[in-house]
């Protein structure tokens, strides 16, 4: 079964960092991107960062750009996002999602296009002021 779990999320203080971590099943990333949404109570899931695993290029969306950082360690089968400066307004459930269509993952990062592949459950960050 193809499966995308995220993991690392939980309550953090204004200025605070933390890590996701996502972890694929049933599938390797070496085809894919792999990108990272989000998900603020009352507001439509919007797109954070992702990376092209072929190529490794990746985007982020202008909110997080020089305090999020996407990685991806192919060995493990994992993506990560390190998160820094964390605000108040990062607070969100956050996704990861796979598409071996690297154009659509951009697509969905930059332009809201939501009909990805796979997708995770998502993790809850929580960042107190």
């Known amino acids: 079964e193809v499966q995308l779990m995220e993991s690392g999320g939980g309550l953090v203080q204004a200025g605070g960092s933390l890590r996701l971590s996502c972890a694929a099943s049933?599938?390797?990333?070496?085809?894919?991107?792999i990108g990272w949404f989000r998900q603020a109570p009352g507001k439509e899931r919007e797109g954070v960062s992702c990376?092209?695993?072929?190529?490794?290029?990746?985007y982020y969306a202008e909110s997080v750009k020089g305090r999020f950082t996407i990685s991806t360690d192919n060995t493990k089968n994992t993506v990560y996002l390190q998160m820094n400066s964390l605000k108040p307004e990062d607070t969100a459930v956050y996704y990861c999602?796979?598409?071996?269509?690297?154009?659509?993952?951009?697509?969905?990062?930059?332009?809201?296009?939501?009909?990805?592949?796979?997708w995770g459950q998502g993790t809850l960050v929580t960042v107190s002021s």
């Open positions: 990376i092209n695993s072929i190529d490794g290029s990746t």
């Open positions: 999602a796979a598409d071996r269509r690297p154009a659509l993952m951009i697509a969905g990062i930059h332009h809201g296009y939501r009909h990805l592949e796979v």
């Open positions: 049933g599938f390797t990333f070496d085809d894919y991107a």
